[in-house]
């Protein structure tokens, strides 16, 4: 029992951490939040248009809802974000102890980036977040070690792999070709895509602070993540935010401890280092990166800087866990971030789509007619009661096998006060409209379009048919 508890004493905290985070999303239905969009019955390959950043993601959900109810994927996958996170960090703190390996598994599993991001409905570039220190674990072993631990990031697509592929850089840079290869799904059609970057993102996306110490304080509290909306109740409290702070620091004073300890230390900290560098760079020096961006769309991903704090939190985590290697060790992250759980008091949930929703789904996926959905109000993000009033990103954009046009650009209110308007990726042609899909009773469309005919009427969404098409 005792060898048993030694192994997977860290996943099973990481599986106890993600129920006592997820509770309130883990009863039947979608948790829906942001980024964050899960539908039943998920086609293969949703297009949507502009930069394919949920490839593969969206195919890896829709492969195992195939063979697994879709409810259960969602929750499968938050959880095992949980125990892949707990357990990697604990496999690097060296020694054979018990505590101190369930300290750092505690940290990596229970933070402020964790839950910021998880808040904003990331979980594909948290599947990144989770792998990493497996893939530092597995750098200095055979290609098929980092291949496999490379499977999350890879699964995850876009921005977990870029947050990953600069770890890698630090710990391991002969083998960038694997992850090169691993990200050809997303990659090949990004480089094909005709999309546009706005670089006026960087003043939507850089970090802001997120308690009482500034933006850098933020970051070296490991959050500052731009969307306010993603934070814990109670997070920019003086107490909460020093605590957050300090616990921080101490862990990265044990990171500083581990120098010339262990083999990947060096490249750690040099990706920890970048990380940081990036996260500062939007916040603090936003004219460098908008003439990135303006030269070359590809620098695009530099505008969420935030993002790439990753390595910095695992050293954080491992340093914590050497230098503070008892049980206060791994009941500290909870102590100091309490609000995380139970969803963050109601924050994520689930909630079941209503049968409107559904109802459209099989009307649209059972037409052979071609032609796109078009979808209204022009909006990316939708606030629906049946959802709680949660934030959520326009569901119509996963839940059809066509095209799906939409405003994927993004209002965005600055911390002055302002809005901003950033503007969407997608520039190619649109083929010709088949359907009209309305969040609400909007009978002004058909007062103006009289020959449209009504497909589905409901009390959630109206579905008008375009006869013959039109070019959206």
Not at 121 to 140: E, K, N
Not at 168 to 192: M, Q
Not at 397 to 415: A, H, N, Y
């Amino acid at each position: 029992m005792g060898r048993i508890v030694h192994v997977w004493g860290p996943a099973f905290l990481g599986l106890a951490l993600g129920v006592l985070a997820l509770w309130p999303a883990l009863g039947p239905g979608f948790v829906l939040r942001y980024d964050m969009v899960f539908v039943p019955d998920p086609p293969i390959l949703p297009d949507t248009g502009g930069f394919p950043r949920a490839m593969p993601s969206d195919l890896v959900v829709a492969l195992l809802s195939g063979v697994l109810p879709d409810q259960l994927v969602q929750k499968g996958i938050l959880l095992g974000i949980f125990v892949l996170a707990a357990s990697g960090a604990a496999a690097l703190v060296p020694g054979e102890r018990l505590l101190p390996r369930l300290a750092a598994a505690a940290f990596y599993a229970w933070n402020i980036y964790l839950a910021q991001r998880l808040l904003l409905g990331q979980w594909a570039l948290l599947l990144g977040f989770a792998g990493l220190p497996w893939v530092v674990h597995a750098a200095g072993r055979r290609w098929w070690h980092l291949a496999l631990a490379l499977l999350p990031a890879a699964a995850g697509g876009f921005q977990a792999m870029l947050v990953t592929v600069l770890t890698l850089a630090g710990v391991a840079p002969r083998r960038l070709w694997l992850p090169a290869v691993l990200a050809l799904p997303w990659l090949v059609p990004a480089l094909a895509a005709d999309a546009a970057t706005d670089p006026a993102g960087v003043d939507a996306f850089a970090a802001r602070a997120d308690g009482p110490f500034g933006t850098l304080g933020s970051l070296l509290s490991l959050g500052g993540v731009w969307n306010a909306e993603a934070g814990v109740p109670g997070q920019d409290g003086w107490w909460p935010a020093s605590a957050r702070l300090l616990l921080a620091l101490v862990g990265l004073a044990g990171f500083v401890r581990l120098r010339g300890k262990v083999t990947w230390w060096r490249g750690l900290a040099l990706a920890a280092s970048a990380g940081l560098v990036i996260a500062c760079a939007g916040a603090f020096a936003p004219g460098l990166v908008k003439a990135l961006i303006a030269g070359w769309p590809g620098f695009g991903p530099l505008r969420d800087g935030q993002a790439y704090l990753a390595p910095l939190v695992l050293a954080a985590a491992v340093g914590f866990g050497t230098l503070v290697p008892h049980w206060l060790g791994v009941l500290a992250p909870l102590l100091v971030l309490p609000t995380f759980a139970l969803g963050a008091f109601g924050r994520l949930a689930a909630v079941d789509y209503p049968a409107d929703w559904l109802a459209v789904q099989r009307i649209v996926n059972a037409d052979p007619a071609p032609g796109a959905v078009l979808s209204l109000p022009w909006g990316a993000h939708r606030a629906f009661a049946w959802n709680g009033g949660r934030v959520v990103l326009d569901p119509a954009t996963k839940l059809f096998e066509r095209r799906v046009i939409w405003d994927d650009g993004l209002s965005v209110r600055l911390p002055d006060g302002r809005r901003l308007r950033v503007r969407g990726e997608d520039l190619g042609e649109r083929p010709p409209i088949r359907y009209v899909l309305i969040a609400g009773d909007e009978n002004r469309f058909l007062a103006q379009y009289p020959g449209w005919g009504v497909a589905y009427r409901g009390q959630e969404v109206v579905l008008l048919r375009v006869p013959g098409g039109t070019r959206g």
